[in-house]
């Protein structure tokens, strides 16, 4: 019997408890049990990944305890469910900090609301026409170009390239985003509404599976848990979350390359464990200012923002010089 703590096998059994046989382990000194749990947990591994899997699809938290309840005889509470929840999100976003997606050409960018502390603010999202993986999001409260720039960039730096095409409906903050963050070297295209190409249409099913999951919620009672339960529904819909459009596999797995974790249970069993995962993909690093997190430094905004305007400028005079000498001839 391997140790949970130290993978030592110098152990020994230590005695009957509720019908559970223990054990001792001689060299970390500690007690444990042949159930397949975590370190100081009594909840099997395969419960909790099943709560995990329950509440990202779109149950409520007492319809999770109902099912664990009855299907394994288990009466938990519903605050120890959320922070099972709270907890192996954050471990979720750590073990896919690696992984490094293969985007495609053309991407898409919208931006819907959800509510946070009884107040409406806006959820931004880019999403990757091919394989339909959510390459950022981001939560403001306005629609700024600033907002644009920073979903933008990170959806670059979340790929690790540029794109030849970005999407977008006809919000002028896209325009002054995608100038600012890419210049010339991204095309951006503005959609129509009621077409079939060039079309937000992906995007738009996305948001409108993204409100069922907030519905649940009730609304996000902070930032900070609109933030991790947000990442964590992105992971559950980009690593698990089957797509009939993609042959019913979801979009990690549609770009058949090796990701991190196969389901919840992956995540939950390999808590705080080193992991030496790489995609070793290629990637070409996007020419523009890094970010820390996702939160843009604002006197990089104010320096590209200058930059924009300067070009402008520059643009209108010698369209002005142009226009003299033409008048003058």
Known sequence: MLCKYCSSTDTIKFGIHNSVQRYYCKNCKRKFTALDTLPKMKTPVNQISSALSMYYGGMPLDSIQRHIDQEHDNYLSEAGIYKWIIRFTREATRQSRLF???????????????????????????IDVDSRYLLASHISTGRFAEDAY???????TTAGKLPQRIISDRLGSYQEGIDIAFGDKVKHIKSEPFTKENSTNIIERFHGTLKDRVNVLRGFKNWDAARLLTSGWLIHYNFFKEHESLGNVSPAQKMEIPVPFQNWQDIVRNTGKTTAFSSEQDTEIAPFPKLRGRQLHRHQVRQAKRRYYQKKKTERKSQTVSQIITMRR
């Open 100 to 126: 490094k997606p293969k985007a495609g050409n053309t991407w898409i960018v919208d931006e819907t609301t959800v509510n946070i502390e009884g107040k409406k603010v806006w959820f931004w999202d880019v």
């Open 150 to 156: 920073t979903v933008l960039t990170s959806a670059a």
